[in-house]
Each structure stands twice: as structure tokens, then as C-alpha cells.
T-cell receptor
Framework: GIQVEQSPPDLILQEGANSTLRCNFSDSVNNLQWFHQNPWGQLINLFYIPSGTKQNGRLSATTVATERYSLLYISSSQTTDSGVYFCAVEPTNQAGTALIFGKGTTLSVSS | KAGVTQTPRYLIKTRGQQVTLSCSPISGHRSVSWYQQTPGQGLQFLFEYFSETQRNKGNFPGRFSGRQFSNSRSEMNVSTLELGDSALYLC??????????????????FGPGTRLTVL
């Protein structure tokens, strides 16, 4: 089945720093989403981005479907950005599957 | 619009018991999916319901089952609980506009989860 790899697994930043999170996937997809899981377990949808570039405030994401990767950019990080960031994909050629999640990147932002 | 709601938020059960979790999707959403999150296995898909029919199923034993009602609310049931069933169970809803036989291709919105502890 499709493999979803996220890097880095852990990231420690000072407040105000910028960061880039990467998601590589091993097969074509027709859905890719980025989520932020807060310390209480809530998964918050950041982007639905199977291809192209989107921006929302300090966050932006780019998916290059032909090269099978997606990037999540966080600028001017804040302590509230801490948590786990997940990339999840829906494979194109696997009917009957659902969102396949990567293992996540754990981000810690200190003041 | 109100978000996805899940009840109960926390649950403690003992081995061998059974449990039912509930999920109310966003108004107008017809697809409800369930996921299990554990530290060891991460987030794994359980099943998806669309218009009261199970449309997709993950690789979990038959002890895990679910259903969807005409108002799109969904329940999942776990029978004969095992210690390894301790997990955060997350429900997601979406419009469910994907192709027949595949999971929807639109955005999924997650509820706050039910944290199940099996003793």
C-alpha cells in the first residue's frame, strides 16, 4: 500500500522562527490534507491540498503531485503552534481505502 | 455551523465488556468515518458510512462495527474489549461527494474524539 513519510519527526523552535514540514507519498493521490493535533487530541484541518499552493495567515502549503510530496510552511511561529502535524492522503488507485496518515511531526515552540 | 461532536469524551471499561461511541456530523454532511489513534500504530482507518451504508472498511477485526442513521449520525461498537483497544477514537465528517466505491475526495473534519481506556 501507499507509504506516507513525514519529516522531521520532531522540531524544536524559538518563537518567531520559520519552519518547513515535509510529506512524501509513494503513489498518486486524489486527496491530501494537513492537520494540526492539539494537546487535547483535536485534529484541526489546516489545508485540503491535493495539488498547488494555498495560504492561510502564517501557514501555507504546497503540493507537487507529480513529484509526490507536500510541504507545510509555518512562519513567525507562536507557542500555540505546538502540537503534532499530520499529513494524510487518499490513494487514487486503492478503492475502499480511506485517509492514510503519516506518523506526524511533533513541533515544540518555546517563548 | 456546529462542528463534529462525539460522545462520550472519556470512557473507562474493563476487558470483555462492550462499548458504543456516538458521532454527530456537521449539518449537511452525509459521510462519517471512524479512526483509531494509538501511540504505537498512529491513526488508522476503521470504516466509513455514507447514506446509512458502510462504504469502506479498514483492517480491523469483526469486534469493531458501526452504523449510520437516517440523520447521518453514526455509532461505532466494540465488543469483547481487549486491553489493546485503549485508544483515542476519532470521527470525521464530510460531504461525501466522491466516486462510488471510493472514499470521498473532499475535506474531512474531525470531532474531538472519545478516549477509551480498557482495564
Amino acid at each position: 500500500g501507499i507509504q506516507v513519510e513525514q519529516s522531521p519527526p520532531d522540531l524544536i523552535l524559538q518563537e518567531g522562527a520559520n519552519s518547513t514540514l515535509r510529506c512524501n507519498f509513494s503513489d498518486s493521490v486524489n486527496n491530501l490534507q494537513w492537520f494540526h493535533q492539539n494537546p487535547w487530541g483535536q485534529l484541526i484541518n489546516l489545508f485540503y491540498i491535493p495539488s498547488g499552493t494555498k495560504q492561510n495567515g502564517r501557514l501555507s502549503a504546497t503540493t507537487v503531485a507529480t513529484e509526490r510530496y507536500s510541504l507545510l510552511y509555518i512562519s513567525s511561529s507562536q507557542t500555540t503552534d505546538s502540537g503534532v502535524y499530520f499529513c494524510a492522503v487518499e490513494p487514487t488507485n486503492q478503492a475502499g481505502t480511506a485517509l492514510i496518515f503519516g506518523k506526524g511531526t511533533t513541533l515544540s515552540v518555546s517563548s | 455551523k456546529a462542528g463534529v461532536t462525539q460522545t462520550p469524551r472519556y470512557l473507562i471499561k474493563t476487558r470483555g465488556q462492550q462499548v458504543t461511541l456516538s458521532c454527530s456530523p456537521i449539518s449537511g454532511h452525509r459521510s462519517v468515518s471512524w479512526y483509531q489513534q494509538t501511540p504505537g500504530q498512529g491513526l488508522q482507518f476503521l470504516f466509513e458510512y455514507f447514506s446509512e451504508t458502510q462504504r469502506n472498511k479498514g483492517n480491523f477485526p469483526g469486534r469493531f462495527s458501526g452504523r449510520q442513521f437516517s440523520n447521518s449520525r453514526s455509532e461505532m461498537n466494540v465488543s469483547t474489549l481487549e486491553l489493546g483497544d485503549s485508544a483515542l477514537y476519532l470521527c470525521a465528517s464530510s460531504l461525501g461527494l466522491g466516486l462510488a466505491g471510493t472514499l470521498n475526495t473532499d475535506t474531512q473534519y474531525f470531532g474531538p474524539g472519545t478516549r477509551l481506556t480498557v482495564l
